[in-house]
């Protein structure tokens, strides 16, 4: 593991995170810790220093701040602070040490091991399996429908059939030209087990992946990731440019348990998609546009505003629904137009995306819903002619991390001012 990557990464990302809930709820912890490889120990901490981090203490502003610890990433003004990892995640709230040694992997335990090959077949084998070797031969991806459209998924080999899905925040890489690290990767975070070999197994090949049936063989691509536990140096398959992952809550094939999910465990938080095969887009299906009762401020009195579904599938939270934001400068634009773009979409004020026209639910009036096509062809849901955005610190998960509240209300950021919609 890159300490001094890690290091670098605590320094970026370090700062507010808001006080872990109560007790996850239990059948979750058994899963991880059944699923889990052997790790004689939780990844080491990001952050051992405190910091106010994330914003000014002055009402509305803004970062970048002057403090090292919670400064903005390499030069990029406007990203907040990351809100920092709680320590310990299920060891601690179980009563154990983060350095106790988990309990040996389902496949372990029932006797069928976890092949990490690609190309063989495996009976045993769950879309639930930790990534615990290098592959032997080249991956596979092909498509499949569902819910929510055509989709990518594993096309051979043990995995056939399960769900492939993109983080939004993994951008982040790619924007700070490998400056900082993906936002799945073996960073700590608040359930104590690595994003890329465990939650959110990493689809690794060796050799040029293969394209199947209904699958662009031009968006296929490789990147070589250093920081998958227990593997030195390994080729990641990337659609579009961004790697491809499965879900440690999909078990069988066709499940869909991470589409659409607002992950705040994720360094930095990033929602996942699954992935359209023509041109890599998030399959985002219908988005449902309604009102929602939240805290300001996580603390402050309810506050009644337009909100969106998100976590369709997510049977830890499902369903669950998020403000949502207008910039004030996306009407200096013209008319049906963004001011939000690379790292401001792609880390703290991701775009409210659709695949088709979005649904008014209760209370919220269709006929002031629209979209609007962005620079990379997906579809932003509007309201009254405005595009509307999701904030990265309204994320949660009840009992894991986070508090449900109205975080970005009244925000100034470098482009411009957001603001919930009462």
């Known amino acids: 593991m890159d300490t001094t990557r890690v290091r670098g990464s605590a320094r970026l990302f370090q700062g507010s995170r808001r006080p872990v809930a109560a007790l996850p709820l239990a059948f979750l912890i058994a899963t991880l810790f059944a699923i889990s490889p052997i790790f ?4 080491p901490s990001v ?18 701040v002057t403090s090292a610890a919670s400064a903005p990433i390499i030069g990029v003004p406007g990203l907040p602070a990351d809100r920092g990892t709680p320590s310990g995640g299920f060891s601690s709230a179980l009563g154990m040490s983060p350095n106790t040694a988990v309990a040996p992997s389902l496949a372990s335990a029932s006797g069928a091991g976890v092949s990490g090959d690609p190309q063989v077949e495996n009976a045993g084998s769950s879309c639930a399996d930790p990534v615990t070797s290098a592959p032997t031969g080249p991956a596979t991806v092909t498509a499949a429908a569902t819910a929510f459209g055509k989709v990518l998924v594993i096309g051979s080999g043990a995995y056939t059939g399960c769900s492939l899905y993109l983080l939004t925040s993994d951008q982040l890489h790619t924007l700070t030209t490998g400056a900082e690290p ?7 975070n608040p359930l104590a087990k690595p994003c890329d070999s465990v939650l959110w197994p990493a ?9 199947g049936p209904g699958v662009n063989s031009t968006l296929l691509g490789t990147v070589t990731r250093t920081d998958i536990p227990g593997i ?8 579009a440019g961004l790697p491809l992952y499965r879900f440690f809550l999909d078990e069988a094939p066709g499940e869909t348990e991470g589409a659409n999910l607002f992950d705040p465990v994720t360094s930095p938080t990033g929602i996942w998609y ?19 009762s939240a805290p300001v401020g996580g603390t402050g009195p309810d506050q009644k505003v337009l909100a969106v579904v998100m976590n369709d599938d997510f049977s830890v939270f499902p369903n669950a629904s998020f403000p949502v934001y207008t910039l004030s400068t996306d009407s200096h634009k013209g008319g049906d137009k963004s001011a939000c773009d690379e790292i401001c979409a792609a880390v703290p004020w991701p775009p ?11 209370g919220v009036d269709q006929r002031a819903l629209g979209i609007i096509v962005r620079p990379d062809g997906t579809h932003q849901v509007t ?14 998960i009840p009992g894991i991390t986070g508090t449900k509240g109205i975080y970005g209300a009244g925000l100034n950021t470098p482009w411009g001012e957001f603001n919930s919609i009462p």
Not at 40 to 43: D, G, I
Not at 48 to 63: I, N, R
Not at 203 to 211: E, K, R
Not at 232 to 239: D, F, H, K, R
């Open 40 to 43: 004689a120990a939780t990844p």
């Open 352 to 362: 409210v995306l659709t695949s088709t026209g979005p649904e008014a639910g209760s």
């Open 383 to 396: 309201y009254n002619r405005q595009p509307l955005y999701l904030f990265y610190e309204d994320a949660y």
């Open 232 to 239: 030195s140096s390994v080729q990641q398959v990337t659609y």
């Open 182 to 188: 993906y936002a799945c990767s073996d960073n700590s």
């Open 47 to 64: 952050a051992s220093a405190t910091s106010s981090g994330g914003f000014s203490s002055a009402p509305g502003m803004y970062p970048p």
């Open 274 to 292: 699954l992935v359209e095969p023509s041109r890599g887009r998030p399959a985002v299906g219908q988005a449902q546009v309604q009102i929602e």
């Open 203 to 211: 689809l690794l090949t060796n050799g040029a992946p293969i394209a």
